[in-house]
């Protein structure tokens, strides 16, 4: 069977993105952002994935709003980085970890969960930001990637706890995959932003250290939460956070809060990381 070896959650804000091709990881405003992530780049390289699961949504690049699946599965050997408007950025593709993938659309469908399945698809900066924080700008990206979308973009959203419940999905397909492939699971999005409305710019500094300190070992709360909740709380974008509950749920109950970090603001964002290992 395979091996969850890890979980992480991270901010998957394009700015990111845009600093590293710019080269402007060093200035003044990114270097304290970028810093936090050495340890957990560090950490990635010593564990060795062979394949990572990465949930993170579309922001309109490759869904728009005239179709936009609850919850979607990549099945396809590979996955492109998606021109979001200026043009497709020098990262590689993204190789498929197929098998797996198709195993997790199987489990999922035997759950009661009906997933888009997608065998040809683009991916936005929600999972190639992620994939550069934790492995940094490879010719070859070192792992197979299993990307889940969900949709965070267009109410109604899921629910927390809809997510909490792919995450036992998903656990359950990995351990059931026959192979000794070493996965790492990747929740991703947040902290808390509001890029619209009234309260355009919204950061809650608080809200996020609650969730980072908290959701190792105290996350029922934030599973219980209602979609409401996370939107005055993390505000309208920040309530992409319930992503990281598929990741959370996929780990044991009780896990080691391997390192955690926090900077605020990155774009228009609360920004940071958590990873989690298995007792
Ligand atoms: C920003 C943050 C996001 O999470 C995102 O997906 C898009 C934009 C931002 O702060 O600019
Ligand atoms: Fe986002």
């Given at each position: 069977m395979a091996k969850i070896i890890g979980g992480v959650g991270t901010s998957?804000?394009?700015?990111?993105?845009?600093?590293?091709?710019?080269?402007?990881?060093?200035?003044?405003?990114?270097?304290?952002?970028?810093?936090?992530?050495?340890?957990?780049?560090?950490?990635m390289a010593e564990k060795k994935p062979d394949i990572a699961v990465v949930i993170f949504n579309d922001h309109g690049n490759t869904f728009f709003l005239d179709r936009v699946p609850t919850f979607a599965v990549g099945v396809a050997d590979h996955y492109d980085p998606v021109d979001e408007g200026y043009g497709r950025r020098s990262i590689p593709s993204f190789e498929g970890a197929t098998d797996l993938s198709w195993h997790f659309v199987d489990k999922l469908v035997e759950n009661h969960f009906d997933p888009l399945v997608c065998r040809?698809?683009?991916?936005?900066?929600?999972?190639?930001?992620?994939?550069?924080?934790?492995?940094?700008?490879?010719?070859?990206?070192?792992?197979?990637?299993?990307?889940?979308?969900?949709?965070?973009?267009?109410?109604?959203?899921?629910?927390?706890?809809?997510?909490?419940?792919?995450g036992k999905v998903l656990r359950e397909a990995i351990e059931s995959f026959p192979g000794d492939e070493r996965v790492v699971i990747m929740g991703t999005g947040g902290l808390s932003h509001q890029l619209q409305g009234s309260r355009a710019g919204f950061i809650n500094r608080e809200a996020d250290e609650d969730w980072l300190n908290?959701?190792?070992?105290?996350?029922?709360?934030?599973?219980?939460?209602?979609r409401e909740d996370y939107v005055e709380q993390f505000g309208s974008e920040g309530a992409e956070l319930i992503m990281w509950l598929v990741m959370r749920a996929a780990m044991d109950d009780k896990v080691d809060l391997k390192m955690k970090h926090y900077h605020a603001p990155a774009s228009m964002t609360g920004a940071g990381m958590v990873v989690l290992e298995n007792l």
């Open positions: 998957h804000v394009p700015s990111i993105g845009a600093a590293l091709d710019k080269g402007i990881a060093d200035s003044p405003d990114w270097k304290p952002f970028f810093d936090g992530y050495i340890p957990g780049k560090e950490w040809e698809i683009e991916v936005d900066h929600g999972l190639q930001v992620p994939m550069e924080l934790f492995f940094g700008r490879p010719e070859n990206w070192p792992v197979k990637v299993l990307p889940i979308w969900v949709n965070t973009i267009q109410y109604p959203i899921p629910t927390p706890q809809r997510c909490w419940e792919m908290n959701i190792a070992n105290n996350y029922e709360k934030f599973r219980d939460m209602s």
